[in-house]
């Protein structure tokens, strides 16, 4: 399905085809992207992470992951 015919086709009934925004994440992969995520954001390599990494922009990628 190309990007102008989802577009055209928006509201219908939906089609057996992956979406065009991508695939569903295994748990595996899931996991796997959040661990990355939460590297990142610990940026005191403490293994924890605490209220003013949450507000780095790492911090908060991981928030918006887990919500």
Same mark, same amino acid.
């Given at each position: 399905?190309?990007?102008?015919?989802?577009? #055209?086709?928006?509201?219908? &009934?939906?089609?057996?085809?992956?979406?065009?925004?991508?695939?569903?994440?295994?748990?595996?992969?899931?996991? &796997? #992207?959040?661990?990355?995520?939460?590297?990142?954001?610990?940026?005191?390599?403490?293994?924890?992470?605490?209220?003013?990494?949450? #507000?780095?922009?790492?911090?908060?990628?991981?928030?918006?992951?887990?919500?």
């Amino acid at each position: 399905m190309t990007r102008s015919s989802f577009k #055209a086709g928006w509201g219908k &009934s939906p089609s057996p085809q992956p979406t065009p925004i991508g695939r569903t994440l295994t748990k595996d992969e899931f996991l &796997s #992207a959040v661990s990355a995520l939460f590297k990142d954001a610990d940026q005191d390599n403490e293994v924890r992470l605490d209220e003013k990494e949450f #507000a780095f922009k790492q911090g908060k990628a991981l928030l918006r992951v887990t919500r």
